[in-house]
């Protein structure tokens, strides 16, 4: 009962936060789409391509990449494959459940402090993009904060394969 309750109030924390991420991403993906855009049309109409664009693709990528992880998580629409756990029974089906979301918050929350670690390394030497000398660090904290919210994600999937293991 604890932990549907914990499971309950953690998805309502992590589902908020993962839309708005998610909506961010999404203007952030049709800002690039029309950077990218723009940028090929003016190199191939008037020979004049906007200077630095890929730069800023890239780092609109990464912001859009990370922005939807929590948010495909609270959906549940990451790709499973279940041709072999399909095959097992239905208990065994909820601890590999349980191992693999606790294995899944496990590294998703090394990547989260190495991107903090890296953010720092890259603020300390002060690296910036070559053509339009945006300091890097922002981004890793961005990676960082995207992969935050997403380990949230994960706890509460991780609750909810829990509770659905001792109860059932």
């Given amino acids: ?23 961010l991403g999404a203007g952030i993906l049709a800002a690039m789409m029309f950077l990218a855009a723009m940028d090929v049309l003016l190199r191939y109409f008037f020979n004049r391509p906007i200077g630095g664009a890929m730069e ?51 590294l998703v929350l090394l990547i989260c402090r ?4 890296y953010a720092g390394l890259l603020k300390d030497s002060q690296m910036t993009s070559p053509v339009l000398f945006i300091p890097a660090f922002p ?11 997403f380990s949230l994600a994960l706890l509460s999937e991780f609750v909810y394969f829990l509770n659905k293991a001792v109860n059932e």
């Fill in 56 to 106: 800023l693709i890239q780092y609109m990528m990464l912001i859009t990449i990370v922005s939807g992880f929590a948010h495909c998580t609270m959906e549940k629409s990451h790709i499973r494959v279940e041709v072999v756990i399909d095959r097992f029974p239905l208990t065994v089906r909820k601890i590999l459940y349980c191992i693999t979301s606790f294995l899944t918050l496990g």
């Fill in 1 to 23: 009962m604890w932990l549907n309750r914990c499971a309950s109030f953690l998805a309502r924390i992590a589902d908020p936060v993962s839309r708005w991420m998610s909506g």
């Fill in 114 to 117: 190495q991107a903090v670690i």
């Fill in 139 to 149: 981004f890793a904290l961005v990676m960082a904060s995207g992969m935050a919210v």
